[in-house]
Every structure is written in C-alpha cells, then in structure tokens.
C-alpha cells in the first residue's frame, strides 16, 4: 500500500530519531531568548525537536501531514504528561491569524517540498511571523552527483520484540527539476512471514549552492543568515540552517 509517513516508516524514523538532542538540539534552543517566546514548528513529525522545546517550558506548536507521526508524538508526550499543541495541516494550506516570534522547521524537512509548494509555503510562513520574529529551515543541499539505485536494496532492519521491519530502497534523479525521487519499502515481518507492506514516495529537492538564498529573497525574506552547524547531528556531521526575517 502506497503511503506517507505511514505505520511502518514512522516505526522505523523512531527507532534511531525519537529525540533531538547535542549541538543540533543547543543550536535550535539558542533562538529562544525568553519563555515568553511563541514558536510554531510545521512538519514536526514525532516531536523529535518539539518534545525537548516543551520540556524547556517553551509555548510550542506543531503541525504535521502524518497522522501515524502525529499519534506517535501524542503517545510520546502521554508518557512525559505533556500535553502538544498539534494538528494535522499541510504547510503549503497552513494559515493562522496567531503570530510566531520564531518559526523553525529543523532536519531538512522543508527540502521534501517540490518548488510548485514552496512559494506558497513560505508565504503561509511569512503570514504567521512577528515582525521582530526568524525563519529558521534546514535545506538540504547538493553535494555532489547522486547516485541512481534502479533495483531494490535493503537499507534497514530494525527488530521489535517479536516482529522485524526492513527497509529497501530505489533512487532516481531528475536533474531538471533537480528532484532526487526515492522509493522506499517497508515489510514488516512476524515468524518470517512478510504480513505488511508499505511503498512510500520520497522525492527530495536538492537546491544547488546559492539557490535556496534566491529562492528566499525572491519570496520577500530578508536578513538571511546561512548557519553551519558542526557536528550537528554527531561527530563529523553538519547541517546548513537558512535564518531569515520578513
Ligand atoms: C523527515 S520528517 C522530520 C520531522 C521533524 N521536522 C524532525 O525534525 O524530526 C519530515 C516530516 O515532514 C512531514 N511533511 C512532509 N510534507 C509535508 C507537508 N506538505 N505539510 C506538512 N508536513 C509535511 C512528514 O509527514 C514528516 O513527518
């Protein structure tokens, strides 16, 4: 079954990324300059980065397009005897009248936008943020040629108590639209026999050096500051973070 986000990959995104936490986690908590602070995240997913936020007593809010990430990040906060402000919303339909001193959308998230919702996407953004208040996105950027993988392989196997999900994967590149589309598969496995699959689409907008700045002032941000952040998710890993203002 053909699916986003779905049962299985959300198992599989929370066996090895439940909770943001070390530099990239520091790094998204350096913007809150006081509790008083209001943050939206849209595409929060399993509230990796929103639950660590509420932890710190920040007033958060978060929306996402999975229900199955969403329910995991409501589970999660039971746990915690948090209660999340979260909605089912996709951020290119996302208006609101509330306004954000700081609206963050961490771990490359944004990149999953095709160019067609991007503009609209920002603007949703643009709409919510205070005057004074900062976009932050992470984008991912091309680092080199991609490499196409035309047959399935397998890229995971995370085992549960009496059950296994693998993960495979296809890629392809489209170097017009300068989308890196990636199919993924997940079987879930009871006594070796496959009792569930799910095929997601995970196409990727890869934005070449420089292009993603165009793509901000085009749609109105200003003050763009491009962080790196070393070791951001582990040693001899880094990220690049787009701060912006209206
Ligand atoms: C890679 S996960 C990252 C989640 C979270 N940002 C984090 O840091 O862990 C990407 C999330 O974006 C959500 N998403 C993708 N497209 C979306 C859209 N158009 N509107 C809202 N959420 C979307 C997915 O459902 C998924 O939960």
């Not at 509420?54 to 229900?67: H, R």
Request: net charge negative; proline share 3%.
């Amino acid at each position: 079954m053909v699916e986003y986000y779905g049962e299985l990959c959300t198992r599989v995104y929370e066996s090895n990324k439940s909770i943001a936490e070390g530099k990239e986690l520091d790094f998204f908590l350096s913007f809150v300059k006081d509790k008083n602070m209001k943050v939206l995240e849209p595409m929060c997913g399993n509230g990796r980065m929103l639950i660590p936020f509420m932890q710190e007593g920040i007033d958060i809010e978060g929306f996402d397009i999975s229900e199955d990430m969403l329910k995991l990040c409501k589970e999660k906060c039971r746990e915690l005897d948090l209660i999340p402000v979260i909605s089912n919303k996709k951020i290119e339909e996302y208006k609101s009248n509330r306004k954000y001193d700081l609206i963050m959308i961490p771990f490359g998230s944004f990149s999953l936008l095709p160019d067609i919702l991007v503009d609209q996407s920002l603007d949703n953004m643009k709409s919510m943020l205070k005057n004074d208040g900062k976009l932050l996105l992470t984008i991912i950027t091309k680092k080199s040629e991609p490499e196409e993988i035309l047959n399935w392989i397998q890229t995971n196997c995370v085992k549960f108590h009496e059950e296994t999900i693998v993960e495979y994967k296809k890629v392809q590149y489209d170097p017009v639209k300068k989308m890196l589309h990636t199919k993924l598969k997940y079987e879930l496995i009871q006594k070796d026999l496959v009792i569930k699959t799910e095929i997601m689409d995970f196409p990727m907008r890869l934005y070449e050096k420089g292009e993603f700045e165009s793509t901000l002032k085009i749609n109105g941000l200003q003050k763009i500051v491009i962080h790196e952040v070393a070791n951001g998710y582990g040693t001899g890993t880094s990220f690049n973070v787009y701060e912006c203002s209206i």
